[in-house]
């Protein structure tokens, strides 16, 4: 009997050799890959029904590139987890890769392990919170939404609301604010906020400290996107050197600073800076 795949991989890559050579050690792990040698034919599958877990997705392509091709799948509602595989190893492509909606960032110099935990974080949560909605179902109670305040967060399909007004946020910046708004008050390292983006454990960045530049680039997003539709919105504090939390909104000024009384723009510019 065939051993069961673990999940179903779409990789879109135009390099015949390491298309060829990463789908047959994927193949080796038990996962079932789908490869696209250009980002068209990869739209065209999803276009016409075509599904997978995961896409892994290169970033430079002849006609599409990569960062287009999520852009795209984004618009046509398509919510699959993708991650980047890349040469681009500068931090400004991690950073625009996340702001387009990818879950994950990794350098094709990495092992093939770093690659196999990565995907194994994405599919463990997705099961995770599949889980978690039967047993919010079985309960019968009113567990599929959060309020706080003018927060309404809607667990059974990832949907923010802000006074009433819906917040374009994508799934990761969905579990950000759901972290934050359902511990009110608590402060919530950059580390925590890290893992919950890539799996406890992972190092990312310049430096020990690197990931926190990372933590911020998110943080900048999710306050643009609330701000987008009320323009006093502060609820997401500094906690300096330490990171975040929910509060009460109330500490507007500080908003825009970190610890070092550095604009926040300019600690994401320059990720050293911590």
């Known amino acids: 009997m065939t051993d069961p795949t673990i999940a179903r991989i779409a990789l879109v890559d135009d390099d015949d050799l390491f298309r060829e050579s990463l789908s047959l050690n994927l193949g080796d792990e038990g996962y079932e890959v789908i490869t696209f040698d250009r980002g068209e034919p990869a739209l065209d599958f999803f276009a016409e029904g075509g599904s997978v ?36 190893s500068d931090q400004i492509y991690e950073e625009a890769a996340l702001a387009g909606g990818a879950l994950d960032f990794v350098e ?74 359902t511990r009110p008050e608590e402060d919530v390292s950059y580390r925590e906020i890290y893992d919950l983006v890539h799996g406890k454990g992972f190092v990312a960045g310049y430096g020990p400290s690197g990931y926190r530049a990372n933590v911020r680039a998110f943080i900048k997003r999710i306050r643009q996107k609330f701000r987008s539709v009320d323009a006093n919105f502060a609820c997401i ?14 500490n507007a000024a500080n908003q825009g600073r970190d610890e070092d009384g550095m604009g926040e723009d300019m600690l994401i510019d320059g990720a050293a800076a911590d």
């Open 53 to 88: 877990d995961i896409v892994l997705l290169d970033w430079r392509m002849p006609k599409l590139d990569g960062i287009d091709v999520l852009r795209q799948m984004r618009a046509r509602g398509i919510a699959t987890p993708v991650i980047f595989l890349t040469v681009l």
């Open 108 to 181: 094709k110099s990495r092992s093939l392990s770093i690659l196999l935990k990565r995907m194994r974080l994405i599919l463990d949560g997705i099961k995770g919170d599949n889980a978690k909605g039967l047993e919010d179902a079985e309960a019968g109670g009113n567990s599929t939404s959060h309020r706080l305040g003018e927060l309404e967060l809607r667990l059974d399909n990832s949907r923010a609301f802000w006074k009433g007004k819906r917040i374009d946020l994508t799934l990761t910046e969905f579990n950000i604010v759901k972290l934050m708004s």
């Open 237 to 250: 504090e500094n906690y300096p050197g330490f990171g975040y939390r929910w509060g009460k909104g109330e």
